[in-house]
Every structure is written in C-alpha cells, then in structure tokens.
C-alpha cells in the first residue's frame, strides 16, 4: 500500500523567499514520485519526477526536489517564490512496478506568494 | 505533446440524471483513469483501465461506471447521479514512462 502526507494545506511567502512544500510518502516497494501544480480551473501538469535515477530532482519553473529514503520525504523547494508560482501542488507516489502506473496523491498544498 | 482531451468542462445535472464524462487521448496510451477531486480531499482514483474493454476499480468506484471501446477514449458514467458526486473529475493517460498526463478536467454539478 502506498500513501502520501502532504505537511500543511495552506503556505503563504513573500515574493523573492525560499518556498519549501512538504511531502512524506509510504510505500511497501521502491517508489516513484512525483510533484504536480494545478494552476485554477485547470488540469494538473508535471513539475517533476523521482524514478530512482538521482536523488536531486530538478523540474520545471525553478523547482527542484530531493528524494531522501532515510527520512521517506520528497520535499520540494524553490530559492525565490514569483507571483506566478500561487497554484496548489500536490505530491504523488506510484510503486515502479505494475498497478498501470496509478498515482496515489497527497491533499495538496495552497501556495499563496505575497508582495 | 500528448493532449488528453475532456469533451465537456462545466456540466448541471439533475438528480437521479445518467452523467456521461468523454475523455480521449490522443497518443495511444495503454493506461487512462478517472479521478475526483475536492478541496482537502486531493484526488483519489474512481477507475482506471490497461487496455480496451479492460478496466478496473480504483479507490472510490461506488456511484459510477465506465467504458472503454477503443483505445483512446475512456468514459465515465454515473449511472443516477447524486448531489455528492458535485465534484471536478479529471481524467488521465500514461504509457509505461510513469509520467501521467490529465485532461484539463470536467467540472460537474448535481442539482
């Protein structure tokens, strides 16, 4: 069984500060992970992915992740929050075998960027 | 760029109403599924299918049913649908990669 926690539904910084989404997974196998944002009103896009190649993971828009199975956590982080990043993000776990690939998400987490 | 398309993006049904939700992909994915998403909730996974005519329950299945006769193009019905089934349903497509890729999702309310 796989799960994801996802630490804090709501997180608000100041535009030009470190963003830092929290993410803790479970999973009886090797994991596959993954951070997603869904901007309003619309589908959800990759931002990232972990797939046990190297453990930092950089994506798309400046973020980047880091796999650490001692801790079980996929943080992602960001140096300096844009405007542009306010959009929720979830965290997603799949096991890299079988099961059609099916994600398991987390709740998300609101990012609000303040002037 | 693989594009999953959802045919309908704001739907009000009434109560006891059949709901058909279409949604196509248009890079011959073996893999789709439905999710439902609501605030605090994230998304969890109603169905999902490997291949034509083949399909299985995810986590949440009660309510609904789904079809798939060709490859690209996977449904979701609700067979009566109910106010607690007002939601956003995203529908997805992967192939053996592990990157899935959503529809830009179906925004259904049950009056």
């Known amino acids: 069984a796989q799960s994801v926690t996802q630490l804090g539904s709501h997180v608000s910084v100041s535009e030009g500060a470190l963003v830092l989404l929290r993410c803790n997974y479970s999973?009886?196998?090797?994991?596959?992970l993954f951070w997603y944002v869904q901007y309003p009103n619309q589908g959800l896009q990759l931002l990232l992915k972990?797939?046990?190649?190297?453990?930092l993971v950089k994506g798309i828009n400046g973020f980047e992740a880091e796999f650490k199975k001692s801790e079980t956590s996929f943080h992602l982080t960001k140096p300096s929050a844009h405007m542009s990043d306010a959009a929720e993000y979830f965290c997603a776990v799949s096991g890299p075998t079988g099961g059609g690939n099916k994600l398991t998400f987390g709740t998300g987490t609101q990012l609000k960027v303040e002037l | 760029d693989v594009k999953v398309t959802q045919s309908s993006r704001y739907l009000v049904k009434r109560t006891g109403e059949k709901v058909f939700l279409e949604c196509v992909q248009d890079m011959d994915h073996e893999n789709m599924f439905w999710y439902r998403q609501d605030p605090g909730l994230g998304l969890r996974l109603i169905y999902f299918s490997y291949d034509v005519k083949m399909k299985e329950k995810g986590d949440i299945p009660e309510g609904y049913s789904v079809s798939r006769e060709k490859k690209e193009r996977f449904s979701l019905i609700l067979e009566s649908a109910s106010t607690n089934q007002t939601s956003m349903y995203l529908c997805?497509?992967?192939?053996?990669?592990?990157?899935?890729?959503f529809g830009e999702g179906s925004w259904l309310t049950v009056v």
């Open positions: 999973s009886s196998v090797p994991p596959y």
């Open positions: 972990y797939t046990s190649a190297a453990t």
């Open positions: 997805a497509s992967t192939d053996s990669g592990n990157t899935i890729y």
